[in-house]
């Protein structure tokens, strides 16, 4: 099923998740709430992202997952099905699900994540060693979301160690214990959003947590979403601001940040300037939010998007 004979992006989703989606009306919290339609398919942001890149069709992805039991199974032959190519180790533990509440009336999302278990030692080592395979390989390296339960950090620094040992762009799309592997992987884009930057460098101004993270860790650039807010970037080539157009109905935003991560290293592995890069990630991520699929969004729009995101 997959041929790796091709250059492709290396994305790192260690903790998928079945997801079902629920659409009401109006949800009131301590009441009865039934739904008037559902959605249910495979996500997490390591899915999110490869969904995403798979409908931006410039590059093609190897996404690295563990899963488990009937929910595992569920996720594995849904990638089948959408044609996402996947290495996937298969753990003891059943996979979570995550439901997701949309309410009508305010706009508003309520998540319902379950608990994910810790990986052994021996599930992380068979990852690597994929990876230590089909490095000279691969166009790029993703790593998206965090580990499952208390999943030893070795995976990602050891990912991040790779990327630097045989001059992989590496993409980090991750924020809890991450700074171990921010002190390796110099020159590495930061992507993630405001709220995350700031666990990071404490509460700061855009600007000054932006530029921060950057010279701290030596990274390439630091991008940094806000949901409908103003985006940021920061590189050696200054401190960016997006302003993005606001959107008239959104079905959906969950996925949006994985779209983002996805069309902007999509396109900056494809030499656009990171600048632009990101610009075209966050239309992606507002055509993402008008639909109601995770990672997935008609091209046309995001390009019609774009015409109306200001950089300053």
Known sequence: MNDLSAKFIMVLGPNPAWQKTLFFKELVVGEVNRAYDM???????GINFSRASSVWGKNHT??????????????????????????????????????????????EMTELIEPSHTVDDASINKMLNFMQDHIKN??????????????????????????????????????????????IAENAILKINLTELRQITGAKTPQEATLDALNDFHLKAV?????????YIASANGFHVYQLKKLDH??????????????????YLNETPIEEAFATGLAAASANCLTPL???????????IRKGITIS
């Open 62 to 107: 190897m996404l690295l997952q563990f899963t488990g039991g009937s929910t595992g199974k569920l996720i594995c032959d849904g990638l089948d099905a959408q044609g996402i190519r996947h290495s996937t180790v298969a753990v003891d533990h059943i996979t979570r699900t995550c439901t997701t509440c949309l309410c009508q009336t305010t706009g």
């Open 223 to 231: 991008a940094i979403t806000d949901g409908p807010g103003n985006a």
């Open 39 to 45: 959605n249910c398919f495979p996500s997490g942001k």
């Open 294 to 304: 995770c990672g997935h969004f008609d091209v046309q729009a995001a390009l019609e």
């Open 138 to 183: 691969c166009l790029g390296i993703a790593l998206c979301g965090t580990l499952p339960g208390k999943t030893d950090m070795k995976l990602f620094i050891e990912a991040a160690t790779l990327a630097e040992t045989y001059g992989v762009p590496l993409l980090i799309d991750s924020w809890q214990n991450i700074k171990p592997v921010l002190e």
């Open 250 to 267: 959104v079905v959906n935003p969950l996925g949006s940040g994985d779209t983002v991560a996805a069309v902007f290293f999509s396109e």
